[in-house]
């Protein structure tokens, strides 16, 4: 038997076989970027952090951590549901289309880890970052962390396999139609399974013209987690500061 799907960021987040793929992800790394980012930013201490397609809630937990009124939103409801557990007086999770505006504004809006572009009608982009902006507080700022698409077309590789708890992932990765793919499949317990990640190969060009059009103005543009100086060859990060 086969399960495919086809709106793949409403199906395949919610399986527990995404969390297994991606659980060594370096935490670490994206602790410190968060450090990094909320001093650059001078969020003032007790500030409202919106975390915009936060998963499981792992990075809205930290920021909470270091003092700040996070709330985390997603659109996956078995990710909000295993959040929730974390929940406190200043940390709230809830499901959420992040093409539509949250009901309150904040000091910062965080989109981290190229949670953006994935939509089937490309208009929700523009939504989306228009809902960011009416999020935002007078003195709020919006961040987009997204793969820098230059870097990744020019190192894409083409095929591997990736075991991760006795699960053979194979990964095969292209790029049609203005968008990376990458094709995901394994078998568990005899069942074979194939699931689909499609983002779109979005460049800084083509944010600084979302913005025009949603009328926000890109303040700064780093490279990488350290904030390093983003340049479109090497650059492996596409982080955007906004407002």
Request: glycine share 6%.
């Amino acid at each position: 038997m086969t399960k495919d799907t086809q709106q793949w960021y409403a199906s395949w987040f919610d399986t527990p076989f995404y969390h297994i793929l991606y659980k060594d992800r370096d935490h670490t790394e994206a602790q410190q970027f968060m450090d990094n980012l909320t001093e650059y930013l001078n969020i003032p201490q007790g500030g409202d952090i919106l975390d915009l397609a936060c998963g499981k809630g792992r990075h809205s937990v930290y920021l909470n951590s270091l003092g700040y009124n996070v709330t985390g939103v997603d659109l996956s409801e078995n990710s909000i549901a295993y959040a929730k557990q974390y929940e406190n007086n200043t940390l709230h999770f809830e499901v959420h289309d992040m093409c539509k505006p949250y009901k309150k504004q904040f000091d910062a809006v965080f989109n981290m880890f190229t949670s953006f572009g994935y939509f089937e009608n490309e208009e929700d982009n523009l939504k989306t970052i228009k809902a960011i902006k009416a999020n935002l507080n007078e003195f709020g700022f919006g961040v987009i962390d997204f793969m820098n698409s230059n870097y990744v077309v020019a190192n894409l590789v083409a095929e591997d396999v990736k075991t991760v708890e006795g699960i053979n992932f194979t990964l095969r990765r292209s790029l049609k139609n203005g968008y990376i793919i990458k094709d995901i499949s394994f078998t568990v317990e005899n069942e074979d399974f194939n699931f689909q990640e499609r983002v779109k190969a979005f460049t800084l060009e083509d944010f600084q013209s979302l913005f025009e059009k949603a009328g926000v103005y890109l303040l700064d543009v780093f490279g990488d987690y350290k904030l390093k100086r983003y340049d479109a060859k090497t650059s492996e990060r596409l982080v955007m500061i906004f407002k």
